[in-house]
């Protein structure tokens, strides 16, 4: 069960990167902005009708005298400033405090507040008053400064002497209180911006964890961190010249005991390119490969090779043709033959004829692989659950990263027959793979031939181009 558990944690919940928080943060763009301006809004009227809020600080200074001399020792003076900010606590000075200052206020049911705390340097302390108006904080402070000094001569320190024994401390005022022009609190605009910042972090935030939860991040990552997401093995073509090298790996590593492969293209987007590419790496391996178009929707490869509408797929599927007198042979590239969908209109796959076709194929035993580049839009319902694939057939899926959400894949994987039957995954953007046909075509044009009269034209004497 831990091992389930992980990973499900790992394809759904795995950590997104900068660039899945970008592009989760931009897709819930307008949530997040409208939902920090209800929060920022709600605090500045909450803080709005809060009663103000006014402190003003008095300061007192401690002496502590030592067999009649100052002495300057910073731990009897930070013990000295805690007995009186314990002191300043006491109902005793309290009461005298607000007597001192001259004012009527209820400590009980008033809002007021007196506090004493030490500063630096040692031997420091800052009286705070805090009431809804300036006058009566200052009142306060001035009232509390006044006590503690009185505290010394009516011995109100109590235990605390022992503390401190053989010393006298002696306070005295040395700045009288000061109000701000201001109140400190509440302060409506600022917190208002503050609660939008957090909000908008806050907002943000769960807007990637939802979509990482739920799988609905893209699959914008490397290569190597997909296929440790979903567990298929998984090359990213990127339309450089090392993609060859890379398919070539992915080839004779994954595919050499399952030759026979569906490149299916998820999402409805015709393009040959991946499928060719990954017939070119089989064939660089010395394998002989049948590259077939399946699109019987929006066939594609008949056009990008310029080749002429001849019997194809759907006139072998309707035993019309033969295999061997529909392949076109590549010249620009040896060891690759095509098998266009034909000229039949209407005609649809079935499971049957997708596992007859692949059957046939082999038997003649004129090809080591084959490839049938499929679109999933233009399948009929059904037929991938029922596909039948055997242990030599894997279905090879094409992938828009960049379109394809994490859960996406993972209902594809599904349907397609799982783990076991899914052989190989491409990550492939529609520019890349447009770009990929056109240079495939540039080179391949023309030079694709009936195999009967490819078998009688001489025997070129050049070299064919290099692809990459």
Same mark, same amino acid.
């Given at each position: 069960m831990s091992l389930l558990t992980d990973r499900v944690r790992v394809r759904w919940s795995s950590e997104p990167e900068l660039g899945d928080h970008v592009w989760a943060i931009w897709r819930a763009r307008w949530?997040?902005?409208?939902?920090?301006?209800?929060?920022?809004?709600?605090?500045?009227?909450?803080?709005?009708?809060?009663? +103000?809020?006014? +402190?003003?600080?008095?300061?007192?200074?401690?002496?502590?005298?030592?067999?009649?001399?100052?002495?300057?020792?910073?731990? &009897?003076?930070?013990?000295?400033?805690? &007995?009186?900010?314990?002191?300043? +606590?006491?109902?005793?000075?309290?009461?005298?405090? &607000?007597?001192?200052?001259?004012?009527?206020?209820?400590?009980?049911?008033?809002?007021?507040?007196?506090?004493?705390?030490?500063?630096?340097p040692p031997g420091f302390l800052d009286v705070i008053g805090s009431a809804g108006s300036p006058a009566i904080a200052t009142a306060l402070a001035d009232g509390m400064s006044e006590a503690l000094v009185e505290s010394v001569t009516n011995d109100q320190r109590g235990s605390s002497l022992s503390l401190i024994k053989g010393l006298t401390v002696v306070p005295e005022i040395v700045e009288g209180a000061k109000a701000p022009g201001g109140p400190v609190s509440p302060r409506p605009i600022r917190e208002a911006g503050v609660a939008l910042l957090a909000a908008m972090v806050v907002l943000a935030e769960g807007a990637v964890l939802t979509r990482s939860i739920g799988g609905l991040l893209p699959l914008t990552e490397t290569a190597a961190r997909v296929e440790r997401m979903v567990g298929v093995p998984t090359v990213s073509l990127t339309g450089q010249p090392e993609d060859r090298t890379k398919l070539a790996l992915f080839a004779a590593r994954h595919l050499t005991a399952r030759p026979h492969a569906l490149v299916v293209q998820c999402g409805g987007w015709p393009n040959p390119a991946p499928a060719l590419r990954l017939a070119e790496a089989l064939a660089i391996g010395g394998q002989r490969v049948l590259v077939v178009d399946g699109d019987m929707v929006s066939p594609t490869l008949d056009s990008h090779l310029g080749l002429a509408r001849t019997p194809g797929l759907k006139e072998v599927l309707r035993g019309k043709s033969t295999i061997n007198d529909t392949i076109h042979s590549i010249e620009a590239m040896p060891g690759i033959a095509v098998l266009t969908t034909g000229t039949t209109d209407n005609a649809k796959w079935v499971a049957a004829d997708v596992t007859r076709f692949l059957g046939h194929a082999r038997s003649l035993r004129r090809f080591d692989a084959t490839v049938v580049s499929l679109t999933s839009?233009?399948?009929?319902?059904?037929?991938?659950?029922?596909?039948?694939?055997?242990?030599?057939?894997a279905v090879i899926l094409v992938v828009n990263p960049n379109r394809t959400r994490r859960r996406?894949?993972? +209902?594809? &994987?599904?349907?397609?027959?799982?783990?076991?039957?899914?052989?190989?995954?491409l990550l492939v953007d529609h520019e890349t793979a447009s770009t990929e046909i056109r240079r495939l075509s540039r080179l391949w044009r023309g030079r694709a031939t009936p195999a009967v009269a490819n078998a009688q034209a001489p025997t070129s004497t050049t070299s064919p181009p290099e692809i990459r």
């Open positions: 949530v997040v902005l409208v939902g920090s301006l209800m929060v920022a809004a709600g605090v500045l009227v909450w803080r709005m009708n809060v009663p +103000e809020n006014y +402190e003003a600080t008095a300061r007192v200074r401690l002496v502590v005298l030592a067999n009649g001399d100052m002495s300057l020792d910073e731990d &009897i003076l930070t013990l000295a400033g805690q &007995i009186y900010a314990e002191l300043a +606590e006491t109902q005793p000075v309290l009461e005298r405090a &607000i007597e001192a200052s001259g004012t009527d206020v209820d400590p009980d049911g008033d809002s007021i507040e007196i506090t004493v705390e030490q500063v630096t839009a233009a399948m009929p319902a059904g037929v991938a659950v029922n596909l039948g694939l055997e242990i030599d057939q996406q894949l993972g +209902e594809l &994987i599904h349907t397609f027959g799982g783990l076991d039957e899914v052989g190989g995954l």
